[in-house]
């Protein structure tokens, strides 16, 4: 399958129809706002992204950070993995989320327990809330700026979203295999734990650090902080993802 790479730079109305490029940003925006059949826009997102990858990749995210503007920290952030825009994570809507982004069956699985899996355990429902799912897997994770609806907060939880970015990032341009390896023991440091929850720990550390080995593999090679920011914003995975997987998404969203 193949992927668009995350290393173009942001691009004006003005650049993206100048002439050195043919896409037409105006146009771009109607067909994602208008177009009635899912089919044709599937088709026409799959033409642009083929044809204008730089833009495209650009162009899909400005749309989708504004569409996402008046939800809460969390619900931008777990989007594109509720198709239907029913504030709603189902167990196999987010494994079917990760196969779109071109993960295998094995790693949509465990990537779909790192998701939710406490949520799943602590509601006893496969289907929970959003809000219930992120109380449980994340308690003391910045849950009131997800979790609060005030749009106010978003920028809250921006500024506390940057933070934690930038701790991953340590003052480094990318981030390379051995620095996720290294944040993940930092982790394992920072929390410590004994007796059964040690195994727990474990095993989140695992699936911690196939997480970001996987979106380090989606996003061409590396990780920026801009490519971590725009998975907490919300609009990364719209990005990257087949053109053709995001014309049902879209359209949710209006």
């Known amino acids: 399958m193949h992927f668009f790479l995350n ?8 650049a993206t129809s100048s002439k050195s490029s043919t896409f037409l940003p105006k146009a771009f925006r109607a067909a994602l ?30 749309y989708v950070l504004e569409k996402l503007t008046d939800r809460t920290g969390l619900m931008r952030h777990v989007s594109f993995f509720d198709p239907d825009n029913t504030s ?6 987010v494994v079917q989320g990760f196969r779109d982004l071109g993960f295998s069956a094995f790693s949509a699985f465990g990537m779909t327990c790192l998701v939710m899996g406490g949520g799943v355990m ?29 749009s106010k907060l978003n920028q809250a939880h921006d500024k506390l979203v940057e933070r934690l970015v930038d ?13 996720i390896l290294a944040f993940a023991d930092e982790v394992e440091k920072r929390h410590p734990v004994a007796g059964p929850s040690k195994i727990g720990q ?12 996987n979106l380090q593999d989606i ?5 920026t902080k801009k490519d971590l920011m725009d998975l907490y914003r919300g609009t990364l995975f719209y990005a990257i993802a087949e053109p053709d997987t995001v014309a049902h ?4 969203m209006r």
């Not at 701790?167 to 620095?179: A, F, T």
């Not at 998404?249 to 949710?252: N, Y």
Request: proline share 4%; with cysteine.
């Open 88 to 93: 709603t994570l189902s167990f196999l809507n």
């Open 202 to 213: 474990s095993i989140l550390k695992q699936l911690q650090i196939l997480a970001f080995t």
């Open 33 to 62: 706002e208008h177009m009635k059949s899912e089919e044709l826009l599937s088709k026409y997102l799959q033409k642009q992204a083929k044809l204008h990858p730089e833009e495209y990749h650009e162009a899909i995210q400005a």
């Open 7 to 14: 290393n173009s730079t942001q691009l004006s109305d003005e």
């Open 122 to 150: 602590g509601t006893q429902k496969l289907n929970p809330p959003v809000e219930e799912v992120h109380k449980l897997q994340h308690p003391l994770f910045h849950t009131a700026a997800f979790n609060q609806n005030q």
């Open 219 to 223: 996003c061409g090679g590396k990780l």
């Open 167 to 179: 701790q991953i990032m340590m003052g480094r341009d990318e981030i390379e295999k051995q620095d």
């Open 249 to 252: 998404r879209v359209m949710a």
